[in-house]
């Protein structure tokens, strides 16, 4: 049984840094994607980064430069820095078999989420 659990999150005002982790456990392929996804009120779930099994990343363009995703092994770990108010929003992170996309129904595998608010 895949197990994906996330943590870090919560508040913090505009420009501030936040930590997230998630670990995927049960995964029995050895090629998986792990990315990140949030969804703010009202609107779509959208990819913020992702990152495959031998460490390429690619990010949403309103983050580059400012998120940084790492792995190791079943683990990813963003670091969010400069943040602002329209990164506010539930942060999901996802596994899936294969190649890395943005494309949700390649992640069968999903977390509960965690919250992110950054207030201006």
């Known amino acids: 049984q895949v197990r994906v659990v996330e943590s870090g999150g919560g508040s913090v005002q505009a420009g501030g840094s936040l930590y997230l982790s998630c670990a995927a456990s049960?995964?029995?392929?050895?090629?998986?994607?792990m990315a990140w996804f949030r969804q703010a009120p009202g609107k779509e779930r959208e990819g913020v980064a992702n990152?495959?099994?031998?460490?390429s990343v690619v990010y949403k363009d309103s983050v580059k430069g400012r998120f940084a995703l790492s792995r190791d092994n079943a683990k990813i770990f963003l670091r969010m820095t400069r943040l602002r108010s329209e990164d506010s929003g539930m942060y999901y992170c996802?596994?899936?078999?294969?190649?890395?996309?943005?494309?949700?129904?390649?992640?069968?595998?999903w977390g509960q989420g965690t919250q992110v608010t950054v207030s201006s």
């Open positions: 990152i495959d099994n031998v460490g």
């Open positions: 049960g995964f029995s392929s050895e090629q998986f994607c």
């Open positions: 996802a596994a899936g078999p294969g190649f890395c996309t943005w494309r949700r129904d390649a992640f069968p595998y």
